[in-house]
Nanobody
Framework: QVQLVESGGGLVQAGGSLRLSCAAS????????LGWLRQAPGKEREFVAA???????EYADSVRGRFTISRDNAKNTVYLQMSSLKPEDTAVYYC????????????????WGQGTQVSVSS
């Protein structure tokens, strides 16, 4: 089992920045990959970014160049630095983990956090 605890959501104006954090605990091989998915009201869940313990990183096209994912392996924590935020970034952001990078990237990871709301006003 893996527990994922997120923090850092909130309300920000367009153009602003927020940083999300997610601390993982439990079986370490199950959070070899840590990532973020998001879901906006009335929309399908979508991949945002993911990072493997090895350092491999992938971003969705919609956030590349604005968001930065990083992880501290000693703290088992993943971060999502979000800059130049847009109203369309408004969503519930979920920290996710899996041993398989593809499962995170395709929105089907084994483990999910409780979600944190990010709201961007225009």
């Amino acid at each position: 089992q893996v527990q994922l605890v997120e923090s850092g959501g909130g309300l920000v104006q367009a153009g602003g920045s927020l940083r999300l954090s997610c601390a993982a605990s439990g079986r370490a091989d199950s959070y070899y990959v840590l990532g973020w998915l998001r879901q906006a009201p009335g929309k399908e869940r979508e991949f945002v970014a993911a990072i493997a313990r090895s350092g491999n990183i992938e971003y969705a096209d919609s956030v590349r160049g604005r968001f930065t994912i990083s992880r501290d392996n000693a703290k088992n924590t993943v971060y999502l630095q979000m800059s130049s935020l847009k109203p369309e970034d408004t969503a519930v952001y979920y920290c996710t983990s899996d041993s398989n990078f593809g499962l995170v990237q395709h929105g089907a990871p084994d483990y999910w956090g409780q979600g944190t709301q990010v709201s961007v006003s225009s």
